[in-house]
Structure formats: structure tokens, C-alpha cells
């Protein structure tokens, strides 16, 4: 390290948990940077990156202490068990396989726990006969929390593996809930905490895209007697009505522009669901993914982005109550509150080139956002 603070002109070091933090000016004749400083940041084992105006100023982040274990054993049985919903959730979703189902709220705890006996002990051809539904939607979430977890890494951010988290199909017709990833360190300034936030999110509606494309063009267009409009998908052999994002929209009247209506098939349905849940997360409140990206783009001023968005979600429950579940569920995770924790260095400027990435994450919460997404 001596041979690079050799090219600062004044740093300062922070420590905080297990990382230690140096923020320097670079000297003139070393931005840009010069050859010599170069050739210490290609030795330099750790994270680094430019920050200032015209990369005045290097940041530096090495570990200060053992790299904390992970919990392999209960990231795969998580895994496994999703992979095991997700499949249960297909196959009842192809009219293979119906999760046994029994009435209050005990009896549908009971039902999820009798789930996985029950499915495993089918013939095999059943218990894969989800698979495409299963594979999509989990490429999609296993994208989102990878984009998470390069990004978390490239700043030198202790973050565990994504755990995920299975629901037995009685309880979802999805059988996830998703997945997280645990940061161990702190998130020192407002530009890893973009970054961070907005990986998830833009790498998965990659696969969200590719989704659609495949599940669009084999779902099935109902006739004109039928008595459906809209975009449709069948859960034990019931009709679910679902809501269209502009995105969902796009892609319906691209591969059935003259439909009345159409049933999803189950690419198209895990398509559907990741977009949902790539909606979801981008709202700018509390700890979700686009609470960090407002407020690595506003501070202070992302407060004020949630609370118009709480006011938003509070007006939408008079068409689909469960948006009042969804602000709870969020203020509960984000500890009672809308806004979003202060970093490290929250004084740091972020740079202009950060500026798309907000704006490239605005428009992907604009083209996934449902206003009602399950309907009559």
C-alpha cells in the first residue's frame, strides 16, 4: 500500500467491521493514472476504484479480518428445496400435479408440509413435468442475486451466496419467495450502494426478456367464445386473471397482436413472475433494490421518493388491497422505516456515469410495474 499512498498528494484511512478504507488524492502527474501507478494498482489484491471529478480521487478496500465462513449446508438444502416448490408449483401449473389442499390457515400449513412427501413420492415424469417453469423462474432469480453478489465483490463487500427461500405451491403458485444475500461488511459509499442495488435488478430483466420472447410464443390463444379477455394462467385447472405491465403488454400484442385473450404457457407465467418481481423490487422505499439506488442517486432526498411511493401503493389497494401487505412487509424488513440507512461516506459525490444506471433502472421499474396484478 505504501508504494500507492506514495501517489496521493492526502488520505485519510477509516476502519470500519472487517474492512479498512483509504481515500485518496491522487497527485497530477499520477490521474489518469500514470504508468507507475498503474503498475501498483495491477499488484494491488484488492478492490479498488476512482471517485471525484476527472478520477482525482482513488478509493482502496482491503479486508481486515478472515473471510467470514458460509453456510453451505443450509444455502444447498434451500436451494434444493426451491428448486423441489418451484417444480411443484409447474406441475400444477400443467395440470400434472394438484398440492394437497385443506382449509385454515392450519390446515394450509399442514398441506405445505405433507407437500413434500407427497410430490417426491410421484413417478419422475410427473415431478419434472414443471420444468419449464421452474428452470425460467429460477434462472431469473439465481441471475438477480449473482448480479447482487459480482457487484458486492468488485468493491470488496463481504456477501454470502443468495439464500432462497421455497413456499410449497398450496401457499404460492410460484413456490419461492425469492432469495437475499447477507452483506457482512459495510457498504462504504453512496456509488457501491448503486451499483450494488441495480445489479440485481438489470442483470435478471435480461433473462426476464429472453423469458417473455420463449413464453409468448408458445402460449395458447383463447377463442372468441371462451369469455376471457386479457392475459390468463390456470392453477389446478382454475382461471387466474392476470394484470399487464407495459412490458407484459408489449409482448402480448408483438407475438398475438389480434387476441382476445390468451392462456399463458409456463415459460410465459415465470416470465410474467420475474417481471413482477423485478417491478416490486425497484420501488424506491426502505431496503428494497431501488431504496438503494434512490438513495445512492438522491441521499437524503430518497425519503421523500418513498413516501410519494407509499402514497401511490395506498391509492392502488383500492383496486388490489394486497398492495397495504406489500408497504407492511416492506416497512417490516426495513425496520419500521421508509428511508434508507446512511453509508459510510455518505458526502461522496457519485459520478455522472451513474446517472444511467439510475435512469436504466427507472425505465425498467416503469416497463415491469403492475398497478393491479391479479385480477377477476
Partial sequence: MDQITACFSTWRVIRTGTREIVEGIVRPAHRGPSAELARHLAAWPHAHYWAGPNRTELVLVRPTGPHSPEPWPLL??????TVVCTLGAGAT????????????????????????PDFLSG???????????????????????LGHYVAARRYGIDASPPFFLPIPPNLSPIGSLGAFLKLRSPVVDRRQLLDVGAAGPLAGFVVVLGMLAWGYSTST??????????????????????????????????????????????????????????GLNLLPLSQLDGGHIAYGLAGRRQGFLAIMTVLILVYLARLWPPWLVWVGLTLLVGG?????????????????????????????????????????
Wanted: proline share 9%.
Fill in 76 to 81: 444447498g438444502a434451500l436451494f434444493a428445496l
Fill in 93 to 116: 401449473l400443467a395440470g400434472a400435479y394438484l398440492a394437497p389442499l385443506r382449509g385454515g390457515v392450519l390446515g394450509m400449513v399442514s398441506g405445505g408440509i405433507a407437500f413434500l
Fill in 123 to 145: 413417478p419422475v415424469d410427473l415431478i419434472v413435468s414443471g420444468w419449464t417453469f421452474a428452470v425460467p423462474l429460477l434462472g431469473i432469480l439465481l441471475v438477480h442475486e
Fill in 221 to 278: 390463444v383463447l377463442p372468441e367464445w371462451f369469455g376471457f379477455r386479457g392475459t390468463y394462467v390456470e392453477v389446478g385447472g382454475i382461471s387466474f386473471g392476470l394484470g399487464d405491465s407495459i412490458l407484459t403488454r408489449a409482448f402480448r400484442d408483438w407475438f398475438h397482436p389480434d387476441a382476445r385473450a390468451i392462456r399463458l404457457s409456463l415459460p410465459a407465467f415465470a416470465g410474467w413472475a420475474g417481471a413482477l418481481i423485478t
Fill in 336 to 376: 419500521g422505516r421508509w428511508s434508507h440507512p446512511s453509508v459510510v461516506c455518505p458526502e461522496r459525490v457519485v459520478p455522472p456515469s451513474r446517472r444511467l444506471i439510475g435512469l436504466l433502472s427507472a425505465l425498467v421499474l416503469a416497463l415491469t410495474f403492475v398497478p393491479v396484478p391479479f385480477r377477476p
